[in-house]
């Protein structure tokens, strides 16, 4: 499988620290890509839909583009620099404007005039009309008129955004847009540290479209990568390793921790990515933990299952384990996976839409006050010491993204959360709720003050 990007393609390029996640945010609109002042902060591609005067494109920010990469981390955000070029319909070559023009800055330029797609040259850290004129230099470059902006300020973003949409290619008939197969499932892979979750993305994509590395921490952005699978739309998510709150210190990793819990948060389904050789953590039942709170759905990857079978079949014991550890998502289907060897990534695909299925699901109201209404029947509320008992009215879902069922009742300080639990036990064994978290909510039923 490969991905579709069903919008035309910008891709931002240029060396270190010339300011490309500042002008991605800007094109966007929203801080959606870490900005620090030291080199080498994005190292991944990531990817935003944004719009201009009608025309939706996608805007892709990369690392910082080195002529001459020097070791293995360094080679591998060249690779994602480079693979975003030939996808490119538009290039933007970010140069910044105080530095000057720059040997690597040469370099660069001859890579991207290599390119099938037209490039504009976009000066940045124009911030008066000093550096505007400064900017003239880079025509030197010989890739046309250079753009100058200031992507902190805004500064002559307008502009530019009016000669990239000038420049893109047609759109494409309705058919071919990812609008055609549905609104797209948000999936954030999470998961502690070197779990594998680059690795088992760029496995689902079927490319190396985030860099994976030995070292801990590779991964430091929320990379969203749009994708399709049988006839659906997904946007998957790699996110930055959760570590403990105590150990998150420097501010790229804080930042990036954030960003991890916002992925969490927007998603739709969070795969909780589990390494296979280890026995499940605290830090695993943690990210668990903030996956329930946050009322995603969700599936648990036991990754890197080649180093302990020879074959992908789920190891019972194993499982049981695993569903021990994170008895709080007992709803969460487990698969084993091996990233590397390819096994089990289908399975992910079916699971992912299985889980979404459920959490956007609304369950019918007659069925649903059956249900209740049966194990009301089966086993009545407990007493309070008063010998008053709770009674429970009737039952309605007013919400999905998760499910969430209204108990109106006669009076909610008398709901134990033992028979909570007993009547979510009820809606689950009676509808499909395969990875969603199931809400219940206790409503005082109008007209019932003063008669419990």
Same mark, same amino acid.
């Not at 490119?88 to 991207?112: N, Q, Y």
């Not at 079927?206 to 969203?224: F, H, I, M």
């Not at 499910?403 to 006669?410: E, K, Q, R, S």
């Given at each position: 499988m490969t991905t579709r990007i069903s919008t035309p393609v910008v891709a931002i390029i240029g060396r270190p620290n010339v300011g490309?996640? $500042?002008?991605f945010n800007r094109l966007v609109s929203r801080r959606h890509a870490i900005v620090e002042d030291h080199p080498g902060v994005t190292r991944d591609r990531?990817?935003?839909?944004?719009?201009?005067?009608?025309?939706?494109?996608?805007?892709?920010?990369? @690392?910082?583009?080195?002529?001459?990469?020097?070791? @293995?981390?360094?080679?591998?955000?060249? =690779?994602?620099?480079? &693979?975003?070029?030939?996808? &490119?319909?538009?290039?933007?070559? #970010?140069?910044?404007?105080?530095? *000057?023009?720059?040997?690597?800055?040469?370099?660069?330029?001859?890579?991207?005039?290599?390119? !099938?797609?037209? #490039?504009?040259?976009?000066?940045?850290?124009?911030?008066?009309?000093?550096?505007?004129?400064?900017?003239?230099?880079?025509?030197?470059?010989?890739?046309?008129?250079p753009? %100058?902006?200031?992507?902190?300020?805004?500064? *002559?973003? @307008?502009?530019?955004l009016d000669a990239v949409v =000038?420049?893109?290619?047609?759109?494409? %008939?309705? =058919?071919?847009?990812?609008?055609?197969? *549905?609104?797209?499932i948000a999936v954030a892979i999470v998961g502690r540290p070197n779990v594998g979750k680059s690795s088992l993305v760029n496995a689902m994509l079927?490319?190396?479209?985030?860099?994976?590395?030995?070292?801990? @921490?590779?991964?430091?952005?929320?990379?969203?990568t749009p994708c399709e699978r049988g006839g659906r739309n997904y946007v998957l998510v790699d996110t930055a390793g959760l570590r403990r709150r105590a150990r998150v210190s420097a501010a790229v990793e804080a930042y990036s921790a954030g960003r991890a819990r916002a992925a969490i948060a927007r998603a739709d389904v969070a795969v909780l990515v589990l390494d296979a050789s280890e026995p499940t953590s605290d830090q695993d039942q943690r990210i668990g933990r903030e996956i329930a709170d946050a009322g995603r759905g969700v599936l648990v990857v036991m990754n890197k299952w080649d180093r302990i079978a020879t074959s992908p079949a789920m190891d019972r014991p194993r499982e049981q384990a695993?569903? !021990?550890?994170?008895?709080?998502?007992?709803?969460?289907?487990?698969?084993?996976?091996?990233?590397?060897?390819?096994?089990?990534?289908?399975?992910?695909?079916?699971?992912?839409?299985?889980? $979404?299925?459920?959490? !956007?699901?609304?369950?019918?109201?007659?069925?649903?006050?059956?249900v209740i209404g049966n194990a009301v029947a089966l086993r009545e509320p407990p007493a309070d010491s008063s010998g008053r008992r709770?009674? #429970?009215?009737?039952?309605?879902?007013?919400?999905?993204?998760?499910?969430?069922?209204?108990?109106?009742?006669?009076?909610?300080?008398?709901?134990?959360?033992?028979?909570?639990?007993?009547?979510?036990?009820?809606?689950r064994a009676a509808f499909d709720l395969t990875g969603t978290p199931l809400r219940l909510v206790l409503r005082r039923r109008r007209g019932e003050e003063g008669h419990a």
């Open positions: 490309k996640s $500042a002008l990531l990817y935003a839909v944004t719009e201009w005067s009608g025309r939706r494109f996608t805007v892709v920010d990369t @690392g910082g583009l080195r002529s001459a990469p020097a070791e @293995g981390l360094e080679v591998r955000v060249r =690779a994602q620099s480079d &693979a975003a070029l030939e996808e &490119a319909d538009l290039v933007l070559f #970010v140069v910044d404007v105080r530095d *000057g023009i720059l040997p690597e800055d040469r370099d660069i330029a001859e890579i991207v005039r290599r390119t !099938r797609a037209p #490039v504009l040259v976009v000066a940045n850290k124009v911030d008066g009309p000093a550096q505007e004129i400064g900017a003239q230099e880079f025509f030197e470059l010989g890739l046309g008129v753009f %100058p902006v200031s992507a902190l300020h805004g500064r *002559g973003i @307008g502009d530019l =000038a420049l893109l290619p047609a759109e494409a %008939p309705l =058919a071919e847009t990812a609008e055609a197969v *549905g609104e797209p079927g490319e190396e479209r985030v860099v994976v590395d030995a070292t801990p @921490g590779t991964t430091r952005d929320s990379v969203d695993a569903r !021990r550890a994170l008895r709080f998502l007992s709803y969460a289907p487990i698969l084993a996976v091996s990233a590397t060897e390819g096994w089990g990534i289908a399975e992910i695909f079916d699971a992912v839409a299985r889980v $979404a299925e459920t959490h !956007r699901g609304r369950i019918a109201t007659g069925p649903l006050n059956r709770l009674k #429970v009215f009737y039952a309605t879902q007013p919400a999905t993204r998760p499910p969430t069922v209204v108990l109106f009742v006669n009076d909610p300080d008398r709901m134990p959360q033992a028979y909570l639990r007993y009547l979510e036990r009820a809606v």
